[in-house]
């Protein structure tokens, strides 16, 4: 493994990105008189977060040549990240996918993906070459993208295998056991962390999928990464190092939260943002969750990150204040909203 120090692109983040459609009013979908068009994608979300905080983020992707695939690559490109890689397909759409305003937590909640034989499913070693996403110091995958087609399941044991001179790997987990109508999700996903050396999954996932609970579980089932780390919601986050005799655990400030949406994308943004500028991990932690808590208190998936001045300031607490920690709408702003009661 090797950091690829002197490349010209810090992270590259390949996924699908889909264009989304948000109602316009709480309910089912069957009762939302209408929707307004925004972007949505893991990978992406992590490129856009990255390049909005200063970083060199390129996105690899595949959208048809349709209207929606042009507006992704606008979306995309405007908040700073490189698209010159993202393929056009004429034969195969751009997904689209439609989901409720209410929490995805909640059972409330309804997702309705339009992605089958997608452009992005499309996406196989032969259509994405090596030369196209190994070239960044940080090379950004999820999940999600295994579960598109039996092409993108190659591609991603591909990546994530012992290529010479590959970059950092990073990979959340991201397990979505809607995708997997054959139930191999689990299964898949695990063979796959196993080859990636930045790993990030829920505690919840981490349960749903493979039945461990709690982080110490978590890491005994997956010691290969080298670095593992487990969030735990609004209870924090759990970093295992190899070689380091303890974990690292850092609670999440409390926030005052306006959507439930895009926390996850970026807080591994922040992780990976701080990783990039060789920070220790009880750092990285922090920062993680400044970005997480950055999307949590705007109305979409996307938030422009603080200063970094400001997030290094707020990471640099000591632990009492930020354990006294509350950040509210604006805070990352020129009038921040930071509260230590």
């Not at 590259?12 to 068009?37: H, I, K, N, Q, Y």
């Not at 995805?104 to 499309?122: C, L, Q």
């Not at 930045?198 to 461990?212: I, K, N, R």
């Not at 939260?257 to 990976?272: I, T």
Request: proline share 6%.
């Amino acid at each position: 493994m090797t950091s690829n120090a002197g490349t010209d692109v810090d992270v590259v983040c390949l996924g699908e990105s889909m264009v989304t459609f948000v109602p316009s009013a709480p309910g089912r979908l069957a009762d939302v008189p209408s929707f307004a068009r925004t972007i949505g994608g893991a990978e992406s979300n992590v490129a856009c977060a990255l390049a909005a905080a200063g970083h060199r983020a390129k996105w690899v992707g595949r959208v048809g040549t349709d209207g929606f695939g042009e507006h992704l690559v606008e979306a995309i490109a405007a908040y700073g990240v490189d698209t010159s890689a993202v393929a056009r397909d004429p034969e195969r759409p751009t997904g689209v996918y439609f989901r409720t305003a209410t929490d995805r937590a909640t059972s409330d909640h309804e997702v309705v993906y339009y992605r089958a034989g997608s452009a992005a499913s499309a996406m196989s070693p032969e259509t994405v070459p090596w030369e196209t996403v190994g070239g960044g110091r940080v090379l950004h995958l999820s999940g999600i993208t295994a579960a598109l087609s039996e092409d993108c399941l190659a591609l991603m044991r591909e990546l994530v295998g012992g290529r010479p001179g590959r970059p950092l790997v990073s990979f959340d987990v991201n397990h979505r056991a809607g995708l997997w109508r054959d139930g191999r999700g689990p299964e898949v996903l695990l063979g796959l962390v196993r080859g990636a050396d930045v790993v990030f999954v829920g505690e919840d996932e981490a349960e749903e999928a493979w039945g461990v609970v709690g982080p110490d579980a978590v890491r005994e089932l997956l010691p290969e990464p080298a670095v593992l780390v487990v969030k735990r919601g609004g209870d924090g986050a759990v970093a295992f190092e190899r070689g380091a005799a303890t974990r690292t655990a850092v609670p999440a400030p409390r926030v005052d939260v306006v959507a439930p949406v895009g926390a996850g994308d970026a807080f591994a943004a922040g992780f990976l943002s701080a990783t990039l500028r060789g920070l220790g991990v009880k750092e990285r932690l922090r920062h993680g969750h400044l970005m997480a808590a950055a999307a949590l208190t705007v109305p979409g998936d996307l938030a422009v990150p603080a200063r970094r001045s400001h997030a290094d300031r707020l990471a640099a607490l000591s632990d009492d204040a930020w354990g006294r920690l509350r950040l509210g709408p604006g805070w990352t702003g020129d009038h921040q909203e930071v509260r230590t009661p």
